[in-house]
């Protein structure tokens, strides 16, 4: 299904209002035109339970992973060469090798030069080969952890007698890493490892593996040299893996990694986020070719982890109650087996003996009723009984479900009681509105803070005493990067003729609406309001809708002051009951004329409020909203209001500003020839949400040569697909024959109907994308727009 995205003009949680900020931002007006009874499903970027590193680059001194200014030519279909925009043409293949970026046309020289610090470190290399080894180990081990146990073993016994004394970089799965070569190009080895977890009558058991290392390839990294250089070479992805993997090999022994990142408790005092959870901080490390030359590229980051508390604990926690003293209710009990589902946790009544298992689920019955066979005669036998004979252990909560280990047909009991949850995992799973705030406040940081953070993360990193780094000559500078940055004059904006102040010069990045009106203001004539809020009573609702309504003719809308019906009161509880109440209560009285936008007050804390009443009115009612938190009715600051208006302009498909170069015809690239600029995502679900599609979002511009109105698209997927597979698609039709269509070619046929011309030029921004899928997505997307051009232009 597909349906007309909304605009978005702020990043906040998905189930809070998006506020308009005291401040109007620079951001784009992504708004849609108006679209009645179409299906709509919607998705959205979520920032919920994922690593967030800290806050973005918000100003000219402040660190950031953007490397635009000073990496390769940059992956989204444009380059910058004295201050204008330069098009990329790509070369389309079905072989990657093939696909190659035109090189770099020049330098930006627009603005005032200043000099920025990045949190880059410059990285010194030997011109040597580098040795890659394929390993294989019996019996196979599909945990990192171990193989890497296996293999730091096998350095241990082997490096002086076999390895030639080299130190390996090992990628914890298949490959191997030397600088030089081993004295074989095949070798077996035997290894004997302790298993912690596996006792047996107080004693350890060994397990044996066999390695087997066998020569693969030797990469030369004269051809990185020569890349940096400016030369175009094959094999710079490996060689730059083979890097990031010798460099993140002490980490990995050190901290808990989760991909380019690494975590720990030592690294900052853990946040409690509440739930049992708690936020970690660490690092992130990313070796980058730049202009300037190799570098290590480092930021900090937070996530959530699960604490590591007895499990009683932790549930106490969860729940919010004392489980101490009373049984679990069923809701209790299922909100407690999603919360362990897949959580590792020790037993605790063993003594040192502290084998780990994974939870699979929690018991319906307390631990007192549970029984289990203990022989093949079916001897039964209570799990209270079990424990007090077999551990001297005995259970002090037997009101309490035990939880199941192992798997659901030969499922383990363990007390809640004598388990605690095992240090270093992170929480995969939706976070509520809460744990999100409270982990943006620890991630949230200045510049200056910043900057010694990474700072210290070098030095505790240590990598000029790093055997790894020594052994394959790499050197790494312990100060930031200094670069040359420009910061580029505002643009000027215009606004509608009108008003007393016809342009607008931003400084820094902001400007108010005092004494202009939008360029293109809409009407709104038939609208309502619905009050959620229990504590915002009718005549304020009513005052509030005046004020606006007031403040958006002032900035140049047209708007009706009266509503179709009287404010509506209602329960949180009963958004859909009540939301289609409005609608049909408004459109009856409309008599054939329909509702075109309401507005919705709801508590400050609303937690899933806002997030229902966006579903029902996009994908049932095809109904535009706008929200307004309790706080801003009761205050109806004029600055808020003025936001609120710009927003509501947006949404009915209107234009509040345009850039005074774009009139003029003065956008390179842009001014010349009709052109579109099209951006593209998709978002994936929360781990653990096995029964939700992916959603894909396609937006392009619908004006030109201004390029400010934005219509959009959006389509559910196959779970975790990263291409966009509804692009471009053909069907056939029994009486039509072959027909074509697709996301790309309904908003290219938009474009033309808002126009009066077809664009001569495509321009397409594609977010989201790893390094590794880069080039599958950039040939079938690519493809995918091709065939719609030619569908078009036959």
Same mark, same amino acid.
């Given at each position: 299904?597909?349906?007309?995205?909304?605009?978005?003009?702020?990043?906040?949680?998905?189930?809070?209002?998006?506020?308009?900020?005291?401040?109007?931002?620079?951001?784009?007006?992504?708004?849609?035109?108006?679209?009645?009874?179409?299906?709509?499903?919607?998705?959205?970027?979520?920032?919920?339970?994922?690593?967030?590193?800290?806050?973005?680059?918000?100003?000219?001194?402040?660190?950031?992973?953007?490397?635009?200014?000073?990496?390769?030519?940059?992956?989204?279909?444009?380059?910058?060469?004295? =201050?204008?925009?330069?098009?990329?043409?790509?070369?389309?293949?079905?072989?990657?090798?093939?696909?190659?970026?035109?090189?770099?046309?020049?330098?930006?020289?627009?603005?005032?030069?200043?000099?920025?610090?990045?949190?880059?470190?410059?990285?010194?290399?030997?011109?040597?080969?580098?040795?890659?080894?394929?390993?294989?180990?019996?019996?196979?081990?599909?945990?990192?952890?171990?193989?890497?146990?296996?293999?730091?073993?096998?350095?241990?016994?082997?490096?002086?007698?076999?390895?030639?004394?080299?130190?390996?970089?090992?990628?914890?799965?298949?490959?191997?890493?030397?600088?030089?070569?081993?004295?074989?190009?095949?070798?077996?080895?035997?290894?004997?490892?302790?298993?912690?977890?596996?006792?047996?009558?107080?004693?350890?058991?060994?397990?044996?593996?066999?390695?087997?290392?066998?020569?693969?390839?030797?990469?030369?990294?004269?051809?990185?040299?020569?890349?940096?250089?400016?030369?175009?070479?094959? =094999?710079?992805?490996?060689?730059?893996?083979?890097?990031?993997?010798?460099?993140?090999?002490?980490?990995?022994?050190?901290?808990?990694?989760?991909?380019?990142?690494?975590?720990?408790?030592?690294?900052?005092?853990?946040?409690?986020? =509440?739930?049992?959870?708690?936020?970690?901080?660490?690092?992130?490390?990313?070796?980058?070719?730049?202009?300037?030359?190799?570098?290590?590229?480092?930021?900090?980051?937070?996530?959530?982890?699960?604490?590591?508390?007895?499990?009683?604990?932790?549930?106490?926690?969860?729940?919010?109650?004392?489980?101490?003293? /009373?049984?679990?209710?069923?809701?209790?009990?299922?909100?407690?087996?999603?919360?362990?589902?897949?959580?590792?946790?020790?037993?605790?009544?063993?003594?040192?003996?502290?084998?780990?298992?994974?939870?699979?689920?929690?018991?319906?019955?307390?631990?007192?009723?549970?029984?289990?066979?203990?022989?093949?005669?079916?001897?039964?036998?209570?799990?209270?009984?079990?424990?007090?004979?077999?551990?001297?252990?005995?259970?002090?909560?037997?009101?309490?479900?035990?939880?199941?280990?192992?798997?659901?047909?030969?499922?383990?009991?363990?007390?809640?009681?004598?388990?605690?949850?095992?240090?270093?995992?992170?929480?995969?799973?939706?976070?509520?509105?809460?744990?999100?705030?409270?982990?943006?406040?620890?991630?949230?940081?200045?510049? /200056?803070? /910043?900057?010694?953070?990474?700072?210290?993360?070098?030095?505790?990193?240590?990598?000029?005493?790093?055997?790894?780094?020594?052994?394959?000559?790499?050197?790494?500078?312990?100060?930031?990067?200094?670069?040359?940055?420009?910061?580029?004059?505002?643009?000027?904006?215009?606004?509608?003729?009108?008003?007393?102040?016809?342009?607008?010069?931003?400084?820094?990045?902001?400007?108010?609406?005092?004494?202009?009106?939008?360029?293109?203001?809409?009407?709104?004539?038939?609208?309502?309001?619905?009050?959620?809020?229990?504590?915002?009573?009718?005549?304020?609702?009513?005052?509030?809708?005046?004020?606006?309504?007031?403040?958006?003719?002032?900035?140049?809308?047209?708007?009706?002051?009266?509503?179709?019906?009287?404010?509506?009161?209602?329960?949180?509880?009963?958004?859909?009951?009540?939301?289609?109440?409005?609608?049909?209560?408004?459109?009856?009285?409309?008599?054939?004329?329909?509702?075109?936008?309401?507005?919705?007050?709801?508590?400050?804390?609303?937690?899933?409020?806002?997030?229902?009443?966006?579903?029902?009115?996009?994908?049932?009612?095809?109904?535009?909203?706008?929200?307004?938190?309790?706080?801003?009715?009761?205050?109806?600051?004029?600055?808020?209001?003025?936001?609120?208006?710009?927003?509501?302009?947006?949404?009915?498909?209107?234009?509040?500003?345009?850039?005074?170069?774009?009139?003029?015809?003065?956008?390179?690239?842009?001014?010349?020839?009709?052109?579109?600029?099209?951006?593209?995502?998709?978002?994936?679900?929360?781990?653990?949400?096995?029964?939700?599609?992916?959603?894909?979002?396609?937006?392009?511009?619908?004006?030109?040569?201004?390029?400010?109105?934005?219509?959009?698209?959006?389509?559910?997927?196959?779970?975790?697909?990263?291409?966009?597979?509804?692009?471009?698609?053909?069907?056939?039709?029994?009486?039509?024959?072959?027909?074509?269509?697709?996301?790309?070619?309904?908003?290219?046929?938009?474009?033309?109907?808002?126009?009066?011309?077809?664009?001569?030029?495509?321009?397409?921004?594609?977010?989201?994308?790893?390094?590794?899928?880069?080039?599958?997505?950039?040939?079938?997307?690519?493809?995918?727009?091709?065939?719609?051009?030619?569908?078009?232009?036959?």
């Amino acid at each position: 299904h597909k349906y007309k995205k909304p605009a978005q003009n702020s990043l906040v949680p998905i189930s809070q209002p998006q506020e308009p900020q005291a401040t109007t931002k620079t951001t784009p007006n992504l708004s849609s035109p108006k679209s009645r009874g179409s299906r709509r499903r919607g998705g959205r970027k979520s920032d919920q339970g994922d690593m967030r590193p800290s806050n973005k680059a918000v100003a000219v001194d402040e660190l950031g992973k953007d490397e635009a200014s000073f990496a390769p030519p940059p992956t989204n279909g444009i380059v910058f060469s004295n =201050g204008e925009k330069t098009e990329l043409g790509f070369c389309c293949s079905t072989n990657n090798k093939n696909l190659s970026f035109p090189s770099r046309p020049g330098f930006g020289q627009l603005g005032t030069k200043c000099i920025v610090k990045a949190n880059h470190f410059f990285t010194e290399l030997p011109d040597k080969d580098l040795n890659h080894y394929d390993v294989t180990i019996t019996p196979e081990v599909n945990s990192k952890p171990v193989n890497r146990m296996i293999m730091a073993e096998l350095v241990k016994l082997y490096k002086e007698s076999d390895l030639g004394s080299r130190l390996p970089a090992y990628d914890g799965s298949k490959s191997l890493y030397t600088a030089g070569e081993l004295p074989f190009s095949w070798k077996e080895f035997k290894v004997k490892l302790i298993d912690e977890e596996d006792t047996v009558n107080g004693s350890k058991r060994e397990k044996e593996y066999k390695v087997v290392i066998k020569f693969v390839a030797r990469t030369n990294l004269h051809h990185l040299g020569q890349f940096l250089a400016g030369k175009r070479v094959d =094999g710079l992805k490996e060689v730059l893996q083979i890097l990031d993997i010798v460099l993140r090999e002490l980490s990995v022994k050190r901290f808990c990694p989760i991909g380019r990142y690494f975590f720990s408790p030592d690294i900052r005092k853990p946040q409690r986020l =509440g739930d049992g959870l708690e936020a970690w901080c660490g690092f992130y490390q990313s070796i980058r070719p730049t202009q300037m030359g190799l570098s290590l590229n480092i930021d900090m980051a937070s996530a959530a982890f699960i604490e590591a508390l007895p499990v009683i604990e932790f549930v106490a926690q969860l729940l919010g109650k004392d489980v101490l003293s /009373r049984p679990l209710s069923d809701s209790d009990r299922i909100k407690v087996k999603k919360a362990l589902r897949g959580v590792k946790v020790e037993v605790t009544h063993r003594g040192d003996i502290r084998r780990k298992y994974r939870v699979s689920g929690v018991t319906t019955q307390p631990t007192r009723e549970l029984v289990f066979p203990v022989d093949d005669n079916a001897a039964m036998k209570s799990v209270v009984e079990y424990f007090k004979e077999m551990y001297g252990f005995t259970i002090q909560y037997a009101h309490l479900p035990c939880l199941q280990v192992g798997n659901q047909k030969k499922a383990n009991y363990l007390p809640m009681e004598a388990c605690k949850i095992v240090e270093g995992q992170r929480y995969t799973k939706r976070l509520s509105e809460k744990q999100i705030t409270a982990l943006l406040k620890v991630t949230c940081q200045r510049p /200056r803070d /910043r900057e010694q953070d990474i700072l210290q993360t070098i030095q505790r990193n240590g990598y000029g005493q790093d055997p790894y780094a020594k052994e394959f000559g790499i050197n790494i500078s312990e100060k930031l990067t200094c670069v040359e940055a420009r910061v580029l004059p505002a643009p000027w904006l215009k606004y509608n003729e009108t008003g007393k102040e016809k342009d607008c010069l931003p400084q820094v990045g902001q400007w108010n609406m005092m004494n202009k009106k939008m360029i293109n203001g809409m009407t709104v004539s038939q609208w309502a309001c619905i009050n959620f809020s229990r504590s915002v009573q009718e005549s304020v609702a009513r005052g509030f809708c005046s004020e606006l309504a007031q403040m958006c003719q002032v900035s140049g809308m047209g708007f009706n002051p009266d509503p179709v019906i009287p404010v509506y009161n209602a329960r949180p509880d009963q958004v859909e009951k009540a939301l289609k109440h409005v609608y049909h209560v408004s459109t009856n009285k409309l008599k054939g004329k329909e509702l075109e936008l309401l507005l919705a007050i709801l508590p400050d804390n609303n937690g899933s409020l806002y997030g229902d009443l966006k579903r029902i009115c996009e994908t049932e009612l095809g109904l535009i909203s706008q929200c307004c938190l309790t706080k801003h009715v009761f205050k109806i600051n004029k600055q808020y209001l003025a936001n609120v208006s710009l927003k509501i302009n947006v949404k009915m498909g209107g234009r509040n500003t345009v850039l005074l170069d774009a009139i003029s015809c003065r956008i390179p690239l842009v001014s010349d020839i009709p052109t579109i600029i099209f951006g593209a995502d998709v978002t994936h679900p929360e781990n653990g949400e096995e029964s939700s599609p992916s959603i894909a979002a396609v937006v392009a511009s619908q004006d030109w040569p201004e390029i400010t109105k934005y219509a959009g698209l959006v389509c559910a997927q196959a779970q975790r697909q990263e291409l966009i597979q509804d692009l471009y698609k053909t069907w056939h039709d029994p009486v039509r024959g072959t027909l074509s269509g697709g996301m790309i070619r309904d908003l290219l046929v938009s474009f033309r109907k808002a126009t009066g011309q077809k664009p001569q030029r495509i321009i397409f921004y594609r977010d989201g994308v790893s390094e590794g899928q880069f080039y599958q997505v950039l040939l079938f997307e690519l493809d995918a727009i091709r065939k719609v051009v030619e569908s078009i232009n036959p």
